[in-house]
DNA sequence: CGGGCAACCTAACGACCGTATGGTGGTCGG
DNA sequence: CCGACCACCATACGGTCGTTAGGTTGCCCG
């Protein structure tokens, strides 16, 4: 059996598509996954298919893997170490919770659309880590969902927001709202991502404010 | 190899575990895949799982599909189906575009919440199946999308929402939030349907609405 | 009481999966 | 110029996958 796949025109040793330094590959190995693995699911991916847009054999990539699930993990991994930080950066800056919470949603929703292929993902493959993995890189808790959840609590605290809004649903209608562009955005399409994000962030904002803060924040930006 | 699994005690015949007419096997049959491909994924889930939890062997699927992918299109049709008419019949109902927005989120939402298991399916495996086929259940159009967007542009024309959101990225908006709660509800939370769907209606509608008709709303219901 | 059909079973097919093991060519430091 | 080592290749294993073809049982109808 000729390596599952691919001709194999008898053993010249192959055509040999050149041979990179190995922090080079790991590099592609990523984005070559990344790529595969939004194609086609994890489950429905495989190792030949990664190997084969590297222009290299399956049992090859055990020289930089233990196992198939490394890949996800760290493909997951990478995307949501950087998306939570940007995400926690633009929540903990200054000025009032809603001022903040818009901020926050515009940050999180540019970081999606320009990654977007890592994001999707993230979003769809998580599950298909063992539970330990997952945590690992979640954190025992509900980060993100956190996040917003804390600054509309806040701003109900400071009587920016409806006292009739549950904080916690509220912060999973953000997630959810922002977290669906990975399935709709296109890079040509008639939006940029800081003109979504910044419809997206009016929304929310405007879906939890009193009357009363709304009204401020548009005399703050007519001064 | 005694049919790839199962102990297969030599051949008496296995256990039979009860002979049932078409129907309602057939009904069964889509009710445990369903549960299979939600545990598992499409691609994860095999005709192995489903048959062992039906107390058959995977050949006699065969019997009631011509293949596997003819399960996940009956199970992901069947809810969307229904899905569907309820929120074209909320969408169609009496009442100003805001009220019937609210009435369309909500009505939307409970169903996800009481359809829990297939609707997760249909969100997540969707595009596990052949675009011929997808096609054939959604329609050519953005269905759901379509309805929110709509219902969003109606109420921009009336004057009820605000003249500086995206009828386009508001439906999103909305589908993304409400699409979200099959991540998240559990019937055994603090919250029941109708007070997310209520949340989550207010919350929408508060993010599109003028503040003029905010507070003819709250006239009305004070009224 | 016998024939027929519905509802399965039995058994196997070829393909492909993730993974292990040992080899092998080129490059580079000494 | 030589040996070591890096970045792969070659091959194969055991297993599972979806799918097929033909058999077997029990119930129903006449």
Redesign the pocket.
Known sequence: ?????RP?GR?E??A?GE????EE?WAQLLEVATQVFYEKGYDG?????IADRL??????L??YI????DLLFEVISEVHREGYAVVRAAAASEGDPLDRLERTIRAHVEHACRNLVPTAVFLHELEALPTARREEILGSGHAYQGVFRDLVAEAQNEGLARPDVDPRVAGLSILGSTNWVYRWFRADGPSTPEEIAAQLAAMAVHGVATADALVAREAAVGA
Chains 1, 2 share one sequence.
């Open positions: 059996m000729a390596q599952d796949r194999a053993s040793r192959r040999a041979r990179k330094p190995r590959r991916a495989s190792l030949q298919d222009g290299m054999l399956k049992g090859s055990y020289y233990q196992s198939k699930e």
